[in-house]
């Protein structure tokens, strides 16, 4: 059947050079225009504030004290997150459980809780006379560093699982179905062939975790007690502008060159190692050490993560059968204004994910591709992260900086659009750019050599090999932008769902209408997210 003549039209555009390029220039431009350069200079503008901060020496000791202790933090919590997320992903991806697709959402639910409330959920759980603490007479985790390691690993450990559930999906089981018939063990060929290839995708993911933890306020603040990290300090000081912009511009540069380091270091790795050990990974390949694993992975999961998460919300079974839904569903008293709320975020988060896709899938190419040379698109992927380095706080506050004083005259609901575009953009790019790496460019190459167009190799070859991993980071955005509340606080007046939960959180709304409202939030994004990914997978294939 030939093609419509606006298929032909669009294939022979796309092979003309200006017209690529065109493409590459606008989304570097938008890049840098709306992402990259209104928080930095949001902090350039106050940068003579710095001033203030060198003049008080114990501020400053304070200050690197707070920042040793954030990376401290997101490597420990990045590290586990790799360790547990890595064989969540395998489950789900090479399980043959209809439940499978259930247990894929259930992973994305640290990330739909607002962040401030996941973070009161957790001390809930494991600080308060609710939750564990009830078992033992006193506080089983009390608010301090191991309280903010379990809540940093909750709401990063669904970065891993979906980045490398979209990595897995995409990879072709050919390549590690051949090594099996060579000889090699499960654990041989999953450790020597694929693990091989999806090494941009899990480095992907480890890079993702480490900013994610050390951005992180609105949560870390419910549970930090006396311990202090970067975010928190600059909470402790946000009417001092020196300290965020201090504290801020650290993050940035010693973040940025830890990226670097992994971007330049991570192709020369040589994970994993190649010695390979036949018996005793034959043995660790049994379906006993594997229902092993998958047991201890499934305990991690719901008890440190799915189960802390959820705790706030479970008032809400109460709160049926106290007679408060019918109020609740007929948006009576303070539940119209959290319909509203509702109907905002899921708004913002729709149109912030559908934007981020149009601009961030030519970043993500230029990258995976290194159309600027191997330097220039390194320094790239590095600046892609700055958004997610910056405590959220202190990205909304720069953001506010930068639009209010410069561009007032925008309405407001687009200075919050702005705000999410930042945070969530990383996660399109850096998980759409991993895999676009990991494609052998050879297949790419061979169509060209059939007379392909570039769009026709894209729509073709790349995306059927890219597409869950691009689903995966469009969940991502969407669970990101729904559930942010530091950001939305600062940047615009406007109530969003986790700005309006926090707000009941603080002028001490019952517990069951606090409980019935996260419950809500959850059970709709869950049931929104669980339909997306049927309709996106289909058939599963592993």
Same mark, same amino acid.
């Given at each position: 059947?030939?093609?419509?003549?606006?298929?032909?039209?669009?294939?022979?555009?796309?092979?003309?050079?200006?017209?690529?390029?065109?493409?590459?220039?606008?989304?570097?431009?938008?890049?840098?225009?709306?992402i990259?350069?209104?928080?930095?200079?949001g902090?350039?503008?106050?940068?003579?504030?710095?001033?203030?901060?060198?003049?008080?020496?114990?501020l400053?000791?304070?200050?690197?004290?707070? @920042?040793?202790?954030?990376?401290?933090?997101?490597?420990?919590?990045?590290s586990?997150?790799?360790?547990?997320?890595?064989?969540?992903?395998?489950?789900?991806?090479?399980?043959?459980?209809?439940w499978?697709?259930?247990?894929?959402?259930?992973s994305?639910?640290?990330?739909?809780?607002?962040?401030?409330?996941?973070?009161?959920s957790?001390?809930?759980?494991?600080s308060?006379?609710?939750?564990?603490?009830?078992?033992?007479?006193?506080?089983?985790v009390?608010?301090?560093?191991?309280?903010?390691i379990?809540?940093?690993?909750a709401?990063?450990?669904?970065?891993?699982?979906?980045?490398m559930?979209g =990595?897995?999906?995409?990879?072709?089981?050919?390549?590690?179905?051949?090594?099996?018939?060579?000889?090699?063990?499960?654990?041989?060929?999953?450790?020597?062939?694929?693990?091989?290839?999806?090494?941009?995708?899990?480095?992907?993911?480890?890079?993702?975790?480490?900013?994610?933890?050390?951005?992180e306020?609105?949560?870390t603040?419910?549970?930090?007690?006396?311990?202090?990290?970067?975010p928190?300090?600059?909470?402790?000081?946000?009417?001092?502008?020196?300290?965020?912009?201090?504290?801020?511009f650290?993050? @940035?540069?010693?973040?940025?060159? %830890?990226?670097?380091t992994?971007?330049?270091?991570?192709?020369?790795?040589?994970?994993?190692?190649?010695?390979?050990?036949?018996m005793?990974?034959?043995?660790?390949?049994?379906?006993?050490?594997?229902?092993?694993?998958?047991?201890?992975?499934?305990?991690?999961?719901?008890?440190? %993560?799915?189960?802390?998460?959820?705790?706030?919300?479970?008032?809400?079974?109460?709160?049926?059968?106290?007679?408060i839904?019918?109020?609740?569903?007929?948006?009576?008293?303070?539940?119209?204004?959290?319909?509203?709320?509702? =109907?905002?975020?899921?708004?913002?988060?729709?149109?912030?994910t559908?934007?981020?896709?149009?601009?961030?899938?030519?970043?993500?190419?230029?990258?995976?591709?290194?159309?600027?040379?191997?330097?220039?698109s390194?320094?790239?992927?590095?600046?892609?992260?700055?958004?997610?380095?910056?405590?959220?706080v202190?990205?909304?506050?720069?953001?506010?900086?930068?639009?209010?004083?410069?561009?007032?005259?925008?309405?407001?609901?687009?200075?919050?659009?702005?705000?999410?575009?930042?945070?969530?953009?990383?996660?399109?790019?850096?998980s759409?750019?991993a895999?676009?790496?990991?494609?052998?460019?050879?297949?790419?190459?061979?169509?060209?050599?059939?007379?392909?167009?570039?769009?026709?190799?894209?729509r073709?070859?790349?995306?059927?090999?890219?597409?869950?991993?691009?689903?995966?980071?469009a969940?991502?955005?969407?669970?990101?932008?729904?559930?942010?509340?530091?950001?939305?606080l600062?940047?615009?007046?406007?109530?969003t769902?986790?700005?309006?939960?926090?707000n009941?959180?603080?002028?001490?709304?019952?517990t069951m209408?606090?409980?019935?409202?996260?419950?809500?939030?959850?059970?709709?994004?869950?049931?929104?997210?669980?339909?997306?990914?049927?309709?996106?997978?289909?058939?599963?294939?592993?």
């Amino acid at each position: 059947m030939p093609k419509p003549r606006i298929t032909n039209t669009l294939y022979e555009l796309s092979s003309k050079t200006m017209i690529k390029n065109t493409i590459y220039i606008i989304s570097t431009i938008i890049f840098f225009a709306l992402i990259l350069l209104p928080p930095i200079l949001g902090i350039l503008i106050k940068w003579n504030t710095m001033q203030d901060v060198f003049n008080q020496p114990k501020l400053v000791s304070e200050a690197l004290n707070a @920042i040793a202790a954030s990376f401290a933090v997101a490597f420990v919590v990045s590290s586990v997150d790799v360790i547990f997320g890595v064989p969540m992903a395998w489950m789900i991806t090479r399980g043959k459980s209809k439940w499978l697709n259930v247990l894929d959402t259930l992973s994305d639910i640290p990330f739909i809780v607002p962040t401030a409330t996941l973070g009161y959920s957790l001390l809930l759980f494991w600080s308060e006379p609710g939750g564990l603490s009830s078992l033992f007479g006193t506080p089983f985790v009390s608010p301090g560093w191991l309280l903010i390691i379990l809540l940093h690993f909750a709401f990063s450990f669904p970065v891993v699982v979906r980045v490398m559930v979209g =990595a897995l999906l995409d990879y072709k089981l050919e390549y590690e179905q051949a090594s099996r018939t060579l000889g090699a063990a499960p654990l041989t060929a999953a450790r020597t062939v694929t693990f091989a290839i999806l090494k941009p995708s899990v480095i992907a993911s480890f890079t993702l975790a480490f900013a994610r933890s050390l951005s992180e306020t609105g949560a870390t603040m419910m549970v930090a007690g006396v311990f202090v990290n970067g975010p928190i300090f600059i909470k402790n000081h946000i009417n001092e502008t020196g300290a965020l912009v201090f504290v801020s511009f650290i993050l @940035i540069v010693l973040s940025s060159l %830890v990226f670097v380091t992994i971007r330049l270091l991570g192709s020369k790795l040589r994970l994993p190692v190649n010695k390979v050990w036949p018996m005793t990974e034959r043995k660790l390949s049994t379906s006993a050490v594997a229902s092993s694993r998958n047991s201890v992975t499934l305990l991690v999961f719901f008890v440190v %993560v799915l189960v802390p998460s959820l705790f706030v919300a479970i008032p809400a079974f109460e709160a049926v059968f106290a007679g408060i839904l019918p109020e609740a569903l007929s948006g009576l008293g303070l539940w119209g204004d959290y319909w509203q709320s509702m =109907a905002l975020s899921y708004l913002v988060g729709t149109v912030v994910t559908l934007l981020n896709v149009v601009i961030g899938l030519p970043m993500a190419i230029m990258i995976g591709r290194k159309k600027l040379g191997n330097g220039l698109s390194t320094i790239i992927d590095m600046l892609v992260n700055i958004p997610i380095i910056v405590p959220s706080v202190a990205l909304g506050a720069s953001l506010a900086i930068f639009w209010t004083e410069n561009f007032s005259f925008i309405p407001e609901i687009w200075l919050l659009i702005f705000a999410h575009l930042s945070i969530t953009y990383p996660y399109f790019v850096r998980s759409m750019s991993a895999a676009v790496e990991r494609i052998n460019i050879d297949l790419e190459e061979a169509g060209k050599t059939l007379g392909a167009k570039p769009l026709c190799i894209f729509r073709t070859i790349t995306f059927p090999l890219a597409k869950y991993s691009m689903l995966s980071g469009a969940i991502m955005m969407f669970t990101r932008s729904v559930s942010e509340t530091g950001a939305t606080l600062v940047v615009s007046n406007l109530v969003t769902a986790p700005v309006l939960l926090v707000n009941w959180v603080k002028t001490g709304v019952p517990t069951m209408t606090l409980g019935l409202g996260c419950g809500f939030l959850i059970l709709f994004s869950f049931i929104i997210l669980l339909i997306l990914r049927l309709v996106a997978r289909g058939r599963r294939t592993y």
